[in-house]
Every structure is written in C-alpha cells, then in structure tokens.
C-alpha cells in the first residue's frame, strides 16, 4: 500500500538530523496536512529505547515541533511490546491526525510493533486520514524491506509502502549500503534520503515532493535518479 490522498493519509519519509534546521520545511508541511496547528501529535520514541535514549530525544522532538507551532503534541510512552498494547496509548494514536517515529533501532522498532494494537490503530489513523512519518529508523520500518546496519541483514518491514528499501542517512554513512542492498533486492526501489531532508506523498496523483535541504536518490532498475527540494517524483 502506499498513501495517496483520497484514499489514505500522508506519509512523510525523512534521513535524519531531525529536530532543527531544515527540517522545518517538511515538519512544517505534515503539520498543515495533518489539519494545521491545533491537530494531535502522537510521538512514538521506541526506537531509542535500546541505548536509554528515549526520553532525552523524545523530549527534543515535543520541543521542535510545539516551537513550529503545533499546539496539542504528546510524546507517548512507547517504548516496548508490552507498552505497545496499553489502551491509553491506543487510544492517543487513534486521535492523532500526525504520528511520527523517532529514529534509533530498526529492528527493535519494527519488533515492537509488529501485531500490536499500537499498530493497528496508527494503520487505522493512517487510512482516515492522519499523516504517518518518522526519521532514519522511524522512516525505514515504513518500507517492505528494512535495513539492519548492525548485522548487514534486510528483515521485513511494516509494508505502508510496499517494493522498497529506505535508506537515510544517503549522504553520509547511508550511501555505502547501496551496492549490498542492490544486490539483495534487485526487484525493489531503494530510496536514498539526505540528512535535513523529507519527502511527502502530497502531489498530485500520489506523487512524491522533496522538501528541505539536500535530495533523495531513487535506485531502480539498475538506474540512480536525483530530486531536489522543490522536485517531485514518482516511485
């Protein structure tokens, strides 16, 4: 599934050094999708929860994104499998219309989601509407195919877009993976994501636009194909 307006949400995809800079831009435009300023936002900090980093990156991001001037934002306290089932925290990201994942761990995100009801009601959120997104991990367990720089291993994602691999971090350490991931999933996209950068499924018929400060690489079919901030695509 992939989003397109009129018949699901949003979905904002960004490589990381979130929380400042030209992050604004695409943060900015999720927030004006997700229904303006006085819309709920549900953070979701799991992914950080390996290195005892949760609360402090947490913390940051209900910063950022009430300094952006949203008004109603609520960093939730989901940080494993069992928090993942709690009807509280259900029950915040059935409300939310802007539910973002902060980066960290892949894998461990993608474990503590999978078939819990967190899941099921952001997927719920997602199909009526709301803007679902996140940073570097939180953007790559997004895809079909999900990358474990840890191990060098591609496990399954969540599938909210299916035939592709995220790849943050592209202009930095992100890069580096492409051949080992192009020769694993030859039949897949592989979707490069600079730092300060998002793309955002808000064109026309579903397209893609890039907003903040560097581009995103799409490798596919053997070919590598580059989008500016301003540019819009198709996957």
Same mark, same amino acid.
């Given at each position: 599934?992939?989003?397109q307006a009129g018949m699901n949400g949003y979905?904002?995809?960004?490589?990381?050094?979130?929380?400042?800079?030209?992050?604004?831009? $695409?943060?900015?435009?999720?927030?004006?999708?997700?229904?303006?300023? /006085?819309? $709920?936002? *549900?953070?979701?900090?799991?992914?950080?929860?390996?290195?005892?980093?949760?609360?402090?990156?947490?913390?940051?991001?209900? #910063?950022?994104?009430?300094? =952006?001037?949203?008004?109603? &934002?609520? =960093?939730?306290? =989901?940080?494993?499998?069992? !928090?993942?089932?709690?009807?509280?925290?259900?029950? !915040?990201?059935?409300?939310?219309?802007?539910?973002?994942?902060?980066?960290?761990?892949?894998?461990? =995100?993608? #474990?503590?989601?999978?078939?819990?009801? !967190?899941?099921?009601?952001?997927?719920?959120?997602?199909?009526?509407?709301? &803007?679902?997104?996140?940073?570097?991990?939180?953007?790559? @367990?997004?895809?079909?195919? *999900?990358? /474990?720089?840890?191990?060098?291993?591609?496990?399954?994602?969540?599938?909210?877009?299916?035939?592709? *691999?995220?790849?943050?971090?592209?202009?930095?350490?992100?890069?580096? +993976? @492409?051949?080992?991931?192009?020769?694993?999933? $030859?039949?897949?996209?592989?979707?490069?994501?600079?730092?300060?950068?998002?793309?955002? /499924? /808000?064109?026309?018929?579903?397209? +893609?636009? @890039?907003?903040?400060?560097?581009?995103?690489?799409?490798?596919?079919?053997?070919a590598a194909d580059t989008?500016? $901030?301003?540019?819009?695509?198709?996957?």
């Amino acid at each position: 599934m992939v989003g397109q307006a009129g018949m699901n949400g949003y979905l904002l995809l960004e490589g990381g050094a979130e929380f400042g800079g030209q992050m604004a831009r $695409p943060d900015t435009r999720a927030i004006e999708l997700a229904g303006g300023f /006085d819309s $709920p936002v *549900c953070i979701i900090p799991a992914a950080a929860a390996p290195d005892k980093n949760h609360e402090r990156a947490g913390q940051t991001g209900l #910063r950022w994104f009430k300094r =952006l001037g949203a008004k109603r &934002v609520t =960093l939730l306290s =989901l940080i494993d499998q069992a !928090s993942a089932n709690q009807a509280t925290i259900v029950a !915040s990201l059935l409300n939310a219309r802007f539910i973002y994942l902060l980066g960290g761990f892949p894998r461990y =995100l993608k #474990r503590t989601l999978a078939g819990s009801l !967190s899941l099921q009601a952001i997927l719920k959120a997602y199909r009526e509407g709301a &803007v679902v997104g996140g940073s570097s991990a939180g953007a790559m @367990v997004l895809g079909q195919h *999900c990358y /474990d720089p840890h191990t060098g291993a591609v496990f399954a994602g969540l599938n909210v877009i299916s035939r592709v *691999c995220i790849i943050p971090h592209h202009t930095d350490a992100g890069r580096h +993976w @492409v051949p080992h991931l192009a020769a694993l999933l $030859p039949a897949s996209s592989l979707i490069g994501i600079s730092e300060q950068t998002g793309m955002i /499924d /808000d064109g026309a018929d579903g397209k +893609w636009n @890039v907003y903040g400060k560097g581009p995103i690489t799409l490798y596919r079919r053997g070919a590598a194909d580059t989008y500016y $901030p301003g540019q819009t695509f198709s996957l």
